[in-house]
């Protein structure tokens, strides 16, 4: 997946919001790429925009998307609907929006499937493969319960398993794990790394927190007011963070050892998507800004061996 310069605006009452700002982004096949952002950054509206499922106050203002060397038309609604769910399948945070409620685990991960094998019958046993993968307990039992008669860890299971059964070559997680408990979080996120990768699928994972995407991506992107401000593997985020945008995120992050103290903030507030500031969008909140960036707007460049970032400190 590749995308180019994508921007997207929305159209409110209030007047237009720039959601997302030239963005451009890589994932590679049987990657696992991580997207980091505060609420509110762009980083649902970028997941939506690839699935097609932009809401209509929506505008494509630029930008192309290509999928497996071909581009693809997010606004042609056919094409779309032939490789969503299919080629690009998605979890969201809140599975019981997605399961159907009227229909038991069973029908709906055997849908799926019969969409991945391309077979028109599809047997139990292969349903209860799934199941057993993900330890279900009784999974003969799940198969016949609906979606309410499970816990919320249960359902992301199913959710994880359902989208990887219809054998896609990307799958695109919007905050999967945030409604869950610390403990159900781990291991759904090392059940889903192991997965994906012995289905060698790409994956974005979406997170507000680098902690979670610490445990299940290789590589990271940082997205700020609807822009890339940093990208590199997940291993040099944390060793040593370019942008001062990226380390006041990591600097948020509660740590194991040390006496407990509080954790400090990032100054100041996301700018307003209405008025985005002028040079560097990160300068109202930076403790490094120059008087050049208030007026200049840096690039997403190369720095070292295959890290990027958009700053003027590099
Ligand atoms: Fe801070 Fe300037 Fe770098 Fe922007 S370009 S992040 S304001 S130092």
């Known amino acids: ?16 919001l720039k959601v997302l700002n030239g963005v ?14 505060e609420s509110g950054c762009g980083k649902s509206t970028f997941a939506l925009s690839i699935m097609g499922l932009l809401p209509p106050q929506a505008k494509l203002m630029g930008g192309k998307i290509y999928f497996q060397n071909s581009e693809i038309n997010v606004l042609d609604e056919k094409f779309m609907e032939k490789i969503r769910g299919r080629k690009i399948s998605m979890v969201f945070q809140e ?26 019958d599809v047997k139990k046993e292969e349903a209860l493969k ?25 359902r992301q299971r199913i959710m994880i398993i359902m989208a990887l059964a219809t054998k896609p070559s990307l799958l695109i997680a919007d905050e999967p794990t945030t409604a869950l408990d610390v403990t159900t979080q781990a291991q759904i ?7 994906v990768k012995e289905n060698k699928v790409s994956v974005l994972f979406i ?19 609807g822009k890339i401000v940093e990208e590199s593997k997940i291993f040099e985020i944390f060793e040593n963070p370019l942008h001062p945008y990226t380390k006041d995120l990591l600097s948020s992050i509660p740590k194991l050892e040390g006496k407990s103290e509080k954790l400090p903030t ?9 008025n985005l500031p002028e040079g560097c969008i990160y300068h109202t909140r ?29």
């Open 1 to 16: 997946m590749e995308v180019e310069d994508l921007s997207i605006n929305f159209e409110t009452l209030y007047g237009t």
């Open 266 to 274: 990032i100054k100041g507030s996301v700018p307003n998507l209405l």
């Open 95 to 120: 599975p019981l929006t997605s399961l159907n409620p009227i229909l038991t685990i069973g029908e709906q991960l055997m849908e799926a499937i019969k969409i991945g094998s391309d077979k028109k």
């Open 286 to 314: 930076c403790k490094y800004v120059m008087d050049n960036c208030k007026v200049k707007e840096p690039e997403l460049k190369e720095y070292l061996t295959k890290r990027k970032v958009a700053c003027f400190l590099y």
């Open 189 to 195: 996120l090392k059940l889903m790394k192991n997965l």
């Open 207 to 225: 997170s507000h927190d680098l902690g979670v995407i610490a445990q299940i991506a290789d590589r990271v992107a940082v997205m700020y007011a």
């Open 130 to 154: 799934w199941l057993k993968r993900v330890g279900i307990p009784d999974p003969e039992r799940t198969l016949k319960r609906y979606p309410h008669e499970l816990s919320g860890g249960m």
């Open 24 to 37: 451009n982004f890589i994932i590679n096949e049987g990657e696992i790429v991580g997207l980091v952002g």
